[in-house]
Every structure is written in C-alpha cells, then in structure tokens.
C-alpha cells in the first residue's frame, strides 16, 4: 500500500502546495517541493511556526530577502524606486540570505568593504544603507503578519558612515567662467550659460520643454514650472529667467518644437559628455563639473545679498513655499534677486559674446 499523504498539501505543476487551515489561519502557499516527504516537513515547520507565533508571540524568520521584495513590490510608485532596486541587488549577496532581525551593522560590515574596495564614494554606500534602514523600520512598524505581529520586534540602529571623501563645490570665478565656456561647443556654452543663471539641474536644462513656459504679461518675461516628476526633489519647480537666461532662450526660440536645447535636432541626454571635459581639460579646470554651475549661481545670489529663502525658490530647493503659485509682485522680487548676479553691463558680457560669436560662425544646431 501507498503511505497516505499529510492533509492539505496538493500536487501542482510537480510541486506540492498548502492549502490548509492551521489555528484559524488559512496557509495558501507553494512549498517549493517536488518530493512528498519534504514538502510535510516544510509544512510541519510552517505549523510549528504559527503555533509558536500564536501562543508565545515568536515571529518566524523570515530572510531579508523576502523583506527587500516586499519592500519593492508595494512601493512601485516611489520616483526612485529603479535606484532602490539596484542598491538591494548589491546588497543581495551580502544580506539577502540573512533573517531579518541578524541585520545590523556587524553583517553589514563585509557589503562595506567589498563596496569600498571597488573605490565607491561612500554618500553612495550611505545610500545602500538607508535602504536597509528604512526597510527594517518599515518591518518593525508597519508590516503585519496573520498573527498580527510585526515583521521585526524592534529596527536594529543603522548608522551612516562619516563622510570624509565628498568633493567640495568649486563656484567659478567670472574669468574662469569666460575661459571655459570659451572652449565649449556651441550648444553646450548655451546650456551652461543658461545653467549659471538659473541654477537649474543638468536633466532640468537637457530636456527643458518649451510647452513648461509660462508668459508674465505683468513683467514683460516668461518663467518656466518644470513638473515634479522631472525634479529631484518631486515638487513642481519654477525657474526664473535673469536678462542673460533670457536671451538665451530668445536665441533658441523657433529653433526646435518641443527641446529648448537640442544638437542636431535631438535632446541632449547629459551636459558631462566628451565636450564639456575636454573643454574643462584645455582650460585648466579638468575639476569642475557641471554641477558646479549651479553652486557658483547660488553663491552670487549669497554674494548680492539675495535673502536665504529667496536663494531657495531660485535654486529649486525644497522649501515650505509654494514656489509654483508667486504673486506678481514676489515674482518680480525673485526677478530682481536673479537680475543681481548677471555680470556688469549684460550685454557687453563676455560669456555672451562668446556665445553670440560661436552662434554666428557655427552651423551645428539644427532649426
């Protein structure tokens, strides 16, 4: 005679699967076997672990890799959600296989030095452990079991690392600024000279739309609101067009139908290509980065005295204010402050003459 199977468990696919009631709670689950006798021992240590959850309130482990998968599957709408999948990718190897409540910062430690070894900044390592941090908090406050105990009894502390190796910003000089955007292509001095003046992010500048333009009749300009999906910080941004930002645009008005920017009729993806790096080397300024426009922007908004918070709206910083909803007046203060950094006598300015010249004698944007 056969020997008679445990019931609950059924055959499907070749697998066994649960479907049983064990103290008041229904277990509709794959075991992940093929054989019978393992899948009764899997469903011996699933009854075991409920009982033992129900009557002396002990959580059963479960692998911080079905917590980061947890994690991922209901937050599928975060903005960064890509970036997040890719840290716990890197982290897999290192704690995946772990229960949840053996995470801290002594398991952590091998993902630490392996990430060090291969010369990552250590804000992006922070960035891996902010992850794991916020999901053992999440576990040990929201997520519920059947049992209604949480996932975890109490996070573990998580700390950041100390960060020693972050590079400070460089703000240009105005000599400097002359000498580097001398040395850009064309389509890139006009990005830069823009950036320099708004404040804006390099994706903000490379996919600038012209359909995000918004006329002020009342100041005789035109503002940009940027959408908060196309923002760092997810909130709508207002950019402010000094006399210099707005000659830029004038320039490449009716250039191209939906990029303000273009090269040969197409988005420019990044500014940090071969030709702001080859620029920055001929000049002696191989450190700068393109993110350093934006720093150099607001420390002359510093330097002309423009309030703190007014630096903030200007640089799109996240703020209490809502930045997308100004007054005409607050709107013509903000003008003012972003008028106050343009170089003496704009249109004798050699950054723009330099653009104007290059726009002249250059046949490499498109209409």
């Known amino acids: ?45 699933k009854t075991e672990e409920i009982r033992q959850a129900a009557v002396y309130g002990v959580r059963p482990k479960r692998a911080f890799r079905l917590a980061a998968t947890k994690y991922l599957n209901e937050n599928q709408q ?6 997040t999948a890719l840290h716990l990718k890197q982290l897999d190897p290192y704690i995946g296989h772990l229960p949840i409540e053996s995470i801290h910062m002594g398991t952590l430690q091998a993902f630490i030095e392996a990430r060090r070894s291969q010369r990552i900044k250590t804000k992006s390592i922070n960035l891996a452990l902010g992850v794991v941090r916020h999901i053992l908090n999440v576990a040990a406050s929201e997520w519920l079991d059947c049992n209604n105990l949480t996932w975890l009894h109490s996070p573990p502390k998580i700390k950041l690392l100390p960060v020693s190796d972050a590079r400070k910003p460089y703000p240009l000089s105005w000599e400097e600024q002359t000498r580097l955007f001398q040395e850009l292509p064309p389509h890139l001095a006009r990005m830069a000279l823009f950036k320099v003046n708004t404040g804006t992010r390099d994706k903000e500048v490379c996919f600038l739309r012209w ?7 009342e100041l005789n300009t035109s503002v940009f609101i940027i ?25 490449m008005r009716g250039k191209h139908p939906e990029y303000v ?7 420019i993806t990044k500014m940090n290509n071969s030709g702001w790096k080859s620029a920055r080397s001929r000049t002696g300024l191989s450190s700068v980065r393109v993110h350093d426009l934006k720093h150099t922007f607001g420390r002359r908004l510093r330097a002309a005295g423009v309030s703190y918070e007014d630096r903030q709206d200007l640089l799109g910083h996240k703020s209490e204010r809502i930045t997308t909803h100004y007054s005409a007046a607050e ?10 950094v343009c170089e003496e006598n704009s249109r004798k300015s050699p950054a723009l003459q330099i653009l104007k010249q290059k726009a002249a004698t250059s046949d490499l944007v498109t209409a």
Not at 78 to 83: C, F, N, P, S
Not at 230 to 250: F, H, M, Q, T, Y
Not at 331 to 340: E, V
């Open 1 to 45: 005679m056969g020997r008679n199977k445990t019931p609950g468990l059924y055959l499907r696919g070749g697998v066994w699967h649960i479907d049983k009631q064990i103290r008041g709670i229904r277990v509709c689950e794959s075991t992940g076997e093929s054989r019978i006798a393992r899948a009764e021992e899997y469903l011996a240590k």
């Open 78 to 83: 975060q903005r960064r959600i890509a970036d």
């Open 211 to 217: 359909e995000w333009e918004v006329a002020v009749p």
């Open 227 to 251: 959408p908060q999906e196309r923002v760092k910080n997810g909130e709508d941004r207002l950019v402010i067009l000094n006399r210099i930002a707005k000659s830029v645009i004038e320039e």
């Open 261 to 267: 920017f273009t090269f040969r009729g197409s988005p």
């Open 331 to 340: 709107l013509r203060g903000l003008l003012d402050a972003a008028n106050s």
